[in-house]
């Protein structure tokens, strides 16, 4: 019986051989930049257009030295665009990821490590990844982000109120939609309803037992029906 072995490489190859042909430091993935507009040159019709969704994530919270490049990371990491006030290790990372409006296509086009964002900080680093595309030809019709109160602060800074009904916001003369993750929204609104039960509003008061009610109608519908 002949046993065949598949030999894993060691991880120190995987970081410093393989990934040494990458730029993997914070601030715009040039090479995903470069990729997408090569193929919006060969496709125009499914790259042209795009939305771009805002999210922040946590990581772990871990100074790395790095030899090949004499440096240290998981510091906080503007990519450049800004300079940090002082070296603080980053918390989160704040990812701008591209996704397609014709083809089912998603490129994550810039990355960069926070601990904490201002308004003006976050309203920046969205403009300047958005010029990314808009410079290689890539036309960004939205802007998706959740409800956190920095995301709706940035997007007043840079023109839009959600609260007067400008759901837009103008980037260096073009007019690019600003629009919550609808997805996210229902999760907060699911955790307000556990927390609350109720929630006032101005056309009355929504409670918890009325949507369950409302499930459990719908539930008795579907054995009538079958």
């Known amino acids: 019986v002949t046993i065949h072995l598949l030999v894993i490489a060691h991880p120190l190859i995987f ?3 393989w990934m040494k042909s990458v730029d993997d430091r914070p601030g715009l993935c040039i090479h995903v930049l470069t990729s997408l507009e090569e193929r919006k040159r060969k496709d125009p019709s499914n790259y042209s257009h795009c939305v771009l969704m805002v999210d922040e994530m946590a990581i772990k919270q871990q100074v790395t030295y790095v030899p090949s490049e004499k440096r240290k990371v ?21 990812v701008m990821m591209a996704v397609g409006l014709k083809k089912k296509w998603k490129a994550p086009i810039a990355f960069f490590f926070t601990a904490g964002l201002t308004a ?11 010029d990314a595309l808009f410079s290689r030809g890539i036309q960004v019709r939205a802007i998706v982000s959740d409800g956190h109160r920095s995301n709706v602060a940035a997007i007043k800074l840079m023109g839009g109120n959600m609260d007067e009904g400008v759901y837009h916001v103008d980037i260096n003369g073009q007019r690019v939609q600003h629009m919550l993750d609808a997805v996210h929204m229902m999760k907060v609104l ?37």
């Open 190 to 226: 699911r955790s307000l309803f556990a927390d609350w039960e109720e929630i006032v509003g101005p056309h009355g008061v929504a409670r918890w037992r009325d949507m369950k009610n409302l499930v459990d109608l719908q539930v008795i519908n579907i054995n009538v029906d079958q």
């Open 15 to 17: 970081h410093y051989s």
């Open 120 to 130: 003006e900080v976050l309203s920046t680093l969205i403009t300047h990844s958005v």
């Open 74 to 94: 998981g510091y906080v990491d503007l990519g450049g665009v800004l300079e940090p006030e002082t070296e603080t290790i980053a918390k989160n990372a704040l």
